[in-house]
């Protein structure tokens, strides 16, 4: 045990480690026998587990937290319905662990190919959003990697009945119930700790706001892979279905404002915003959408109560609410060179019926996901045929974008000779 990790992380690592060795050597059968018997457990301890996050949800309130954050936290049975129905698809998803890939026959006659394997031991800190217990959990088993989660205070009784529920639903499996384990203590000294615990854990991936991507990337002796924050844009050009536009960021907007994936910010040609602009304000603002405008767009929407004058950081904010900044470019190069600046590599894109428009938007911005003429919303594992993502990652690692199973492995060289020895 080092100086810096207590008794009681230290067991924590040491059961992940075990159990993933057993895990990394189950069938598929094995693990999605597994999933289903978890799925079931869940169902059946619904009432435990609505009453727990009604109690989370009751003094976060209390506490004030935020609107936006409160949503997050928040279950209720259509929620918990959707959280069950995607672990179930799950497994239905392809196994990625043992598959192999990029075979090759030497000169000399070795025969070489990769293998996909588990990462192994995942860390993995978010918060306010108790869904995420059980998406990691199902990615985590299926790709054959066992995982330790650290959820936030406000989500503390949630996730205590969710691994509960987990645990015993793999009890009798042939998966150790220490695979999945949770620091249900909200010591936040315990955070460092899993951080520093590189003999046990492989990765960790938190998810949550930029503090705690930062605090990670700056105190961890293992690989971080960061993201999920989203600054997201769509830009309507001058050719573009402006009827069409208006519902697509509606979407972006109003489907769900809470989450990374939610619209931020409208660009729009200079050539169509006198048109747009004043339609696209009156469609939202009755959904309860309030604006921050430049200049120009502001001069278009003065006198309207929704719309104020953005301040200078208003495009680099990541609303998270029913919040949406609006500006006028001149023309598509400015639109690129806005989002360079103000994005986070997330998800943007453009509504547009020019092809060459389109092309050359997709050529020059570099985010995660690049969309035309769709919304943002789409950005998410279950939309993009992954199952339930752990995460979305906007780094350049060997993860970019939604996280799903073969995005939780690794590979190994295998290499078959006849006693071959090299000259």
Partial sequence: MTNTMSNYMLKLGQQAK?????????????????????????????????????????????????????????????RLQTIVSDLRSVISLPDPAGEHFDEQLMPNGLKMHKQRVPMGVLGVIYESRPNVTVDVAGLALKSGNCVI??????TLRSNVAFIGAIQRGLKGSEIPAEAIQLVADTDRGLVLELLQMDQYVDMIIPRGGAGLHDFCRQNSRIPVITGGIGICHLFVDES???DKSIEVIRNAKIQRPSVCNSLDTALVHQSVASELLPRLVKRLSADGVAFRADATAYALLKGDE????????????EWLSLMLGLKVVNNLEEA???IA???TAHSDGILTNDPANAAHFLEMVDSAAVYVNASTRFTDGSQMGLGAEIAISTQRMHARGPMGLRELTTFKWVVQGDYHVRS
């Fill in 240 to 242: 573009a279905d402006l």
């Fill in 341 to 343: 600046r103000h994005s």
């Fill in 306 to 317: 929704s719309v104020k004058l953005a301040g200078d950081e208003d495009f680099d904010t």
């Fill in 336 to 338: 690129i060179e806005h």
């Fill in 18 to 78: 075990a159990a993933s060795r057993t895990l990394a050597h189950v069938s598929t059968a094995q693990k999605n026998a597994a999933l289903e018997k978890v799925a079931e457990q869940i169902e059946k301890e619904t009432p435990e587990i609505l009453a727990a996050n009604a109690a989370d949800h009751a003094e976060a309130g209390a506490s004030g937290l935020g609107e936006a954050m409160l949503d997050r936290l928040l279950l209720n049975e259509k």
């Fill in 149 to 154: 989660m650290r959820g936030g205070k406000e």
